[in-house]
């Protein structure tokens, strides 16, 4: 009878264990895209930052042009036509070439400067960078990327059994005592 008391905080304390352990998947960044900057030459120039998702996470980024003029009348550094684009990659089958690039679909926030996807799935990611360094001295990019890791179904699963477990136990427990008191 003492182990049916206990038997709900049983429930609770697994359910919540388990739940931590598996949304805990690391994601593995191969550079740290917590903010990303760089300075381009003038001209056309296109950058591609990798890193690796290690569950399925929901992502968003964004970059700026960092416009740097000089009095008001030179433009020092500026990019025209600015665009950021997400593709998965994979190993190449050149030397030269080693990586292949294939374009995500699925962006919920279409800008050209920023990108919002809500589930993608592990594996290997290139964000691109592209546009054209108009300045003096070419231009000069900053931005962010933000990894959210998604839940699996099986954390959900856990949840939605531990409370259900729990109602029936409390449920049950309202009846004994309810029983009770008709009794007395």
Do not use: C, H
């Amino acid at each position: 009878m003492k182990f049916m008391k206990i038997l709900p905080l049983l429930v609770f304390l697994g359910t919540m264990l388990g739940s931590a352990g598996a949304s805990a998947n690391a994601v593995y960044l191969n550079q740290p895209l917590n903010t990303i900057s760089a300075n381009v030459s003038a001209g056309s120039f296109t950058d591609y930052w990798t890193f690796e998702l290690g569950t399925t996470s929901g992502i968003a980024g964004q970059v700026n042009n960092d416009v740097f003029n000089f009095l008001g009348m030179f433009v020092i550094q500026n990019i025209n036509s600015l665009a950021v684009d997400l593709y998965s990659t994979a190993l190449g089958t050149t030397t030269g070439n080693p990586l292949t690039y294939v374009a995500v679909a699925g962006d919920s926030n279409p800008s050209p400067t920023a990108l919002t996807f809500s589930s993608l799935a592990a594996g290997s990611y290139a964000l691109k960078v592209s546009g054209i360094g108009s300045g003096l001295a070419g231009g000069r990019y900053s931005g962010s990327l933000t990894v959210t890791p998604v839940p699996e179904p099986e954390t959900w699963a856990m949840l939605l059994v531990g409370t259900i477990l729990l109602g029936l136990q409390l449920r049950r427990k309202n009846v004994i005592q309810d029983s009770m008191l008709i009794a007395a």
